[in-house]
């Protein structure tokens, strides 16, 4: 299939994202993005990580006004509708719950069908948010700080699970190995400005399943490895740690992104998307580039505010599932741990 496949149809629909710490309202219309407002909760920095009851109560703060200036932006009211789109699964509970609930309110209010989504299901097809487009089947890695999932890719609802991590996430790997460095939470985005300025063959870290058949990832032991070595040293260099930042990277880009290769090449597809909040990662994205023109295929990634958390790519999804008649009813509730494998949802 082309990507002529993705039939959006004529609708207004109102996506709201809120699995974690960050609130987003998003509206899209006819296929077009008309507005996305993002507002991320810093103060979890302090913590070293999301404190949940903190994050939920931001989100009541947030959500109306956040909904309200997305609204102003795109130039409509709520009046002109057609749908809402909320991410129910996964996420913290009580954060999931905030977006759920204000949805339906807006769904039974307004008499307007309410879209289940799935944050990872978004993720997958957040591509679309771009001009160009990946063409059905696609091989999708979606590499985040809670998942790291590659899968076949062959319609809305129909996937060909191939991998997944063992052990820690991408994302999350970056966080301790940041913290071992003595860097703030999140440390994904201060690695890669200091891998910029390391040596990438310092330390060879190792690369766990690389050489296996299967397309399973494994994490925890590089980030075992790097804490061993800070170990044995007796005084670690403004230096050294940027080589250990880029050595780090170095090892996790190459596992990546030749497991995806490599799931294309067995599958026959061409095309490979890469979403989640790691896919912002500049070594990343520039590797998967020149390994696909390498190997004849083509690579799409959503520009950075697509690939964090945001609603543009809930209400993608969600026009993608009206479309298909793929309406949920206000008896959905939300599902914290719930892979996308097993979507127990009204539709």
Same mark, same amino acid.
């Given at each position: 299939?082309?990507?002529?496949?993705y039939?959006?149809?004529?609708?207004?629909?109102?996506?709201?994202?809120s699995?974690?710490d960050e609130?987003?309202? +998003?509206?899209?219309?006819?296929?077009? /993005?008309? !507005?996305?407002?993002? @507002?991320?909760? $810093?103060f979890?920095?302090?913590?070293? *990580?999301?404190?949940?009851?903190l994050?939920?109560?931001?989100?009541?703060?947030?959500?109306?006004?956040?909904?309200?200036?997305?609204?102003?932006?795109?130039?409509?009211?709520?009046n002109?509708?057609?749908?809402?789109?909320?991410?129910?699964?996964?996420?913290?509970?009580?954060?999931?719950?905030?977006?759920?609930?204000?949805?339906?309110g807006?769904?039974?209010?307004?008499?307007?069908?309410?879209?289940?989504?799935?944050?990872?299901? +978004?993720?997958?097809?957040?591509?679309? /948010?771009? !001009?160009?487009?990946? @063409?059905?089947? $696609?091989?999708?890695?979606?590499?985040? *700080?809670?998942?790291?999932?590659?899968?076949?890719?062959?319609?809305?609802?129909?996937?060909?699970?191939?991998?997944e991590?063992?052990?820690?996430?991408?994302?999350?790997?970056?966080?301790?190995?940041?913290?071992?460095?003595?860097?703030?939470?999140?440390?994904?985005p201060?690695?890669?400005?200091?891998?910029?300025?390391?040596?990438?063959?310092?330390?060879?870290f190792?690369?766990a399943?690389?050489g296996?058949?299967?397309?399973?990832?494994?994490?925890?032991?590089i980030?075992?490895?790097?804490?061993?070595?800070?170990?044995?040293?007796?005084?670690?260099?403004?230096?050294?740690?940027?080589?250990?930042?880029?050595?780090?990277?170095?090892?996790?880009?190459?596992?990546?992104?030749?497991?995806?290769?490599?799931?294309?090449?067995?599958?026959?597809?061409?095309?490979?998307?890469?979403?989640?909040?790691?896919?912002?990662?500049?070594?990343?994205?520039?590797?998967?580039?020149n390994?696909?023109?390498?190997?004849g295929?083509?690579?799409?990634?959503?520009?950075?505010?697509?690939?964090?958390?945001?609603?543009?790519?809930?209400?993608?999804?969600?026009?993608?599932?009206?479309?298909?008649?793929?309406?949920?009813?206000?008896?959905?509730?939300?599902m914290?741990?719930?892979?996308?494998?097993?979507?127990?949802?009204?539709?």
């Open positions: 299939m082309t990507s002529d496949a039939t959006l149809g004529n609708a207004t629909i109102l996506g709201i994202e699995s974690c609130t987003s309202a +998003a509206i899209l219309q006819n296929g077009d /993005l008309r !507005s996305v407002v993002v @507002s991320s909760q $810093f979890h920095d302090k913590f070293g *990580g999301v404190v949940p009851e994050a939920s109560r931001a989100h009541v703060r947030s959500m109306m006004p956040i909904v309200r200036e997305a609204f102003s932006r795109a130039g409509i009211s709520s002109d509708l057609t749908a809402v789109a909320i991410t129910y699964a996964p996420g913290l509970m009580g954060s999931l719950l905030v977006g759920l609930n204000f949805a339906k807006l769904s039974l209010g307004l008499n307007i069908p309410l879209i289940a989504v799935h944050h990872i299901e +978004a993720h997958i097809f957040s591509a679309l /948010l771009e !001009s160009e487009k990946p @063409s059905l089947p $696609f091989i999708a890695l979606i590499v985040s *700080g809670g998942h790291t999932l590659l899968l076949c890719v062959r319609d809305v609802g129909s996937y060909e699970f191939l991998g991590t063992l052990d820690d996430a991408a994302g999350e790997a970056f966080d301790k190995v940041g913290k071992m460095l003595g860097l703030e939470y999140p440390a994904g201060q690695i890669d400005a200091m891998s910029k300025e390391g040596n990438p063959e310092f330390v060879k190792p690369r399943l690389l296996e058949s299967n397309y399973d990832f494994s994490f925890s032991g980030k075992t490895s790097v804490l061993y070595w800070l170990k044995k040293q007796s005084d670690v260099t403004v230096e050294m740690r940027r080589d250990i930042a880029a050595s780090f990277q170095r090892a996790m880009v190459d596992v990546l992104v030749s497991k995806a290769v490599q799931a294309a090449k067995a599958h026959s597809v061409r095309d490979i998307v890469c979403a989640g909040g790691v896919s912002a990662n500049s070594e990343l994205r520039e590797r998967f580039k390994e696909c023109t390498r190997h295929m083509r690579f799409f990634v959503p520009r950075p505010l697509f690939s964090t958390d945001n609603a543009a790519m809930i209400a993608m999804l969600g026009a993608l599932k009206l479309e298909r008649g793929h309406i949920a009813d206000l008896s959905l509730t939300a914290p741990r719930v892979p996308l494998a097993e979507r127990p949802i009204v539709e």
